[in-house]
């Protein structure tokens, strides 16, 4: 089973960029899909992209970051990256990383989470 940890996130003005990463430990990660979500305080946490194992030939994103956000995977590094451009203050949120032999487009599908990162963008 693996271990994820994120990394990247932070301070961003509106309009600026970031790219997070989903760092794993263990063994057959290329086996796993790994879905982004965010969470924002008092809202539920909500499916951001996800990419599937082990070539990540299918990637999704939610309507919300479609054309600004990119998931990729490197097995090799055995990383996801999420590159986030043109941030608003409402993607604003802890994103967390999340791993499952399944595609998980919803919280409660996907088994393996890491502990978070924080998102801020200021207006």
């Known amino acids: 089973q693996v271990q994820l940890v994120e990394s990247g996130g932070g301070l961003v003005q509106a309009g600026g960029s970031l790219r997070l990463s989903c760092a794993a430990s263990?063994?057959?990660?290329?086996?796993?899909?790994i879905s982004w979500f965010r969470q924002a305080p008092g809202k539920e946490r909500e499916f951001v992209s996800g990419i599937s194992g082990p070539s990540g030939s299918f990637t999704r994103h939610a309507d919300s970051v479609k054309g600004r956000f990119t998931i990729s995977r490197d097995n090799a590094k055995n990383t996801v990256y999420l590159q986030m451009n043109s941030l608003k203050p409402e993607d604003t949120a802890v994103y967390y990383c999340a791993a499952d032999l399944r595609f998980a487009t919803i919280a409660t599908m996907a088994r393996i989470w890491g502990q978070g990162t924080q998102v801020t963008v200021s207006s």
């Open positions: 263990g063994s057959a990660f290329s086996s796993y899909a």
